[in-house]
C-alpha cells in the first residue's frame, strides 16, 4: 500500500517535497515510480527510482525534481524545486515489481491515492 502526501497551493517558483510512504514491502524492494495528471491531460512519468537507487527523470522536469529514499522510513520522496504553472497536477506515486524501471504507468501494479499540487502564476 502507498501513501502519498505533501500536495498544495503554492507560487511559481517554489518549492514542496511529496512524500511517499509503502507498507507492506521495503522500498527497496520495488522499483518505484511518480507520475502526474493535469485536468484533461493523460498520466505522465516524472520519475522513478531502481532498486538500486539509481533515478531517471522526464526531460520537463529535469534538474528540478529529485527523486530520493530513505530505506529507515520506507518512504520515496519527490522533490519539486522551481515550481511552474504547468507542474500543476495530481501526483501518484506507484510501485511495481520486475527488473526495469519502466515510464508507462500500466507497468505498475501498486498506485498510491494522489496528492494535488497546485503552482500559481
Known amino acids: 500500500q502507498l501513501q502519498a502526501s505533501g500536495g498544495g497551493l503554492v507560487q511559481s517558483g517554489a518549492s514542496l517535497r511529496l512524500s511517499c510512504a509503502l507498507s507492506?514491502?521495503?522500498?527497496?524492494?520495488?522499483?518505484m515510480g511518480w507520475f502526474r495528471q493535469a485536468p484533461g491531460k493523460e498520466r505522465e512519468f516524472v520519475g522513478g527510482?531502481?532498486?538500486?537507487?539509481?533515478?531517471i527523470y522526464a526531460d520537463s522536469v529535469k534538474g528540478r525534481f529529485t527523486i530520493s529514499r530513505d530505506n529507515a522510513k520506507n518512504t520515496v520522496y519527490l522533490q519539486m524545486n522551481s515550481l511552474k504553472p504547468e507542474d500543476t497536477a495530481i501526483y501518484y506515486c506507484?510501485?511495481?515489481?520486475?527488473?526495469?524501471?519502466?515510464?508507462?504507468?500500466?507497468?505498475?501494479?501498486?498506485w498510491g491515492q494522489g496528492t494535488l499540487v497546485t503552482v500559481s502564476s
Open positions: 506507484a510501485g511495481r515489481g520486475g527488473a526495469d524501471l519502466l515510464i508507462t504507468a500500466t507497468s505498475y501494479t501498486y
Open positions: 527510482i531502481t532498486r538500486s537507487a539509481n533515478t
Open positions: 507492506g514491502r521495503t522500498v527497496r524492494s520495488i522499483i
